[in-house]
Structures are given as structure tokens and as C-alpha cells.
Antibody, heavy 115, light 115 residues
Framework: QVQLVQSGAEVKEPGASVRVSCKAS????????INWVRQAAGQGLEWVGW????????DHARKFQGRVTMTTYNSINTAYMELTSLTSEDTALYYC????????WGQGTTVTVSS | QAVLTQPSSLSASPGASASLTCTLR?????????IHWYQQNPGSPPRYLLN?????????GSGVPRRFSGSQDASANAGILLISGLQSEDEADYYC?????????FGGGTRLTVL
């Protein structure tokens, strides 16, 4: 079945970087964009950005300008999101999700930023 | 003013219907957007329900019951998620989403209580 499986929880100090992975299975990886969405505890959903695995094109929300990098390793059907210069406000559950309709979601990766 | 506004909460009785609204900011015409809807239970990633642009242009998510349907209210400039025959398992948070100016935008979410 179509599935997105993400890497495990991360705990980082302020100012550090984090990289989250998202491995796809059950469909042709290069046929759909991968979006990244985050959710702080008790809060709503916030879009981070997307990457097109075929072309490598990316785009992201303005608030992450200069801090987010999205890549894919197509031979292993895996997408990555790296976020730098972390602050406590980046503490959240990070999801990868498929396509422009985001019809399939990963299980989420908890990123905790704390000193 | 937020791009998408959802009521924070809604209550309805089992067996009844619930109409969840997603109001677009003034100046953004609902008729020109495809509105996507998601259901989220505590501790789980969002689940894709459907998208709606018009009566002739809409898609149901895989495995989503036909009790969930989409529509629009042009006079209110709002997208609507209608859930008929409410069941206790429908109690969840519901989010709407559009692509606006090349960015993914979510509504703040509606907590639906079935009691």
C-alpha cells in the first residue's frame, strides 16, 4: 500500500540543525511532489514547503526563508527536510505528505528544541 | 485577516448532519479555488477526506465514506464539508486547505464534538 515512513524523534539544542527523512513506498516516487507540514502541540497545521522529486524544484513558506532545505534521493525513494538555526518555536511534529492534495501522510517526526 | 477562517468548535448529535465551513478572506473568490479537507484524530496524522471545486470537479479520498461531501456557498464565500449520519468516530479536528499564491494555506481547524 502507499506509505510514507519518517525518521525517528530528534532533540536538538537551540541554534542546531535537524534533518528529517521520509521514505515512500507503494507508488512511483517521482510522480508526486512531497510536501512538509508541521504542527506544534495543540496547534493547527503549518506548511513548510515542497519538493518535486523529478525536477528537484522546491518552494517554501516565506517564514522559513534561508533556513529550510529540501532534497530527495530518488534511488531509495526518500525525501529529506533540513531546518537550520533552530529555536524553541521550531518544536513541533513534522509531517511529510504526498502531492498537491497531500492525500497520504507520514506518521510524523517529533522535533524538540531545548537547551 | 487570515486567508481561511474556520469556527473553532461545532457540536452535533449522532445521526444528524454537520456542516463545517471554511470562509475565504474577502477578495479571494471561493469559486476559483479547490478546497481540500482533512480529519485529524488525537495522536494521529491528518487523514485526507476530499477536495471540492465544483459539483463536476471534486474527488473523494480513498476509502472515505460518501457521508462526507463537499460544497460551496458563494454568497458566504465559503467552502463546506458536510458530514451526514454523524457517528461517534467522526468526533475529530477538521482542517481545510487551499493553494494560494503558490503557498499551501490551512484554516485554523474546527473541533467537531458528537454528543
Amino acid at each position: 500500500q502507499v506509505q510514507l515512513v519518517q525518521s525517528g524523534a530528534e532533540v536538538k539544542e537551540p541554534g542546531a540543525s535537524v534533518r528529517v527523512s521520509c521514505k515512500a513506498s507503494g507508488y512511483t516516487f517521482t510522480s508526486y511532489d512531497i510536501n512538509w507540514v508541521r504542527q506544534a502541540a495543540g496547534q493547527g497545521l503549518e506548511w513548510v514547503g515542497w519538493i518535486n522529486p523529478m525536477s528537484g524544484d522546491t518552494d517554501h513558506a516565506r517564514k522559513f526563508q534561508g533556513r529550510v532545505t529540501m532534497t530527495t534521493y530518488n534511488s531509495i525513494n526518500t525525501a529529506y527536510m533540513e531546518l537550520t538555526s533552530l529555536t524553541s518555536e521550531d518544536t513541533a511534529l513534522y509531517y511529510c505528505a504526498r502531492g498537491t492534495s497531500i492525500d497520504v501522510w507520514g506518521q510524523g517526526t517529533t522535533v524538540t528544541v531545548s537547551s | 485577516q487570515a486567508v481561511l477562517t474556520q469556527p473553532s468548535s461545532l457540536s452535533a448529535s449522532p445521526g444528524a448532519s454537520a456542516s463545517l465551513t471554511c470562509t475565504l478572506r474577502s477578495g479571494i473568490n471561493v469559486g476559483t479555488y479547490r478546497i481540500h479537507w482533512y480529519q485529524q484524530n488525537p495522536g494521529s496524522p491528518p487523514r485526507y477526506l476530499l477536495n471540492y471545486r465544483s459539483d463536476s470537479d471534486n474527488q473523494q479520498g480513498s476509502g472515505v465514506p460518501r457521508r462526507f461531501s463537499g460544497s460551496q456557498d458563494a454568497s458566504a464565500n465559503a467552502g463546506i464539508l458536510l458530514i451526514s449520519g454523524l457517528q461517534s468516530e467522526d468526533e475529530a479536528d477538521y482542517y481545510c486547505m487551499i493553494w494560494h499564491s503558490s503557498a499551501m494555506v490551512f484554516g485554523g481547524g474546527t473541533r467537531l464534538t458528537v454528543l
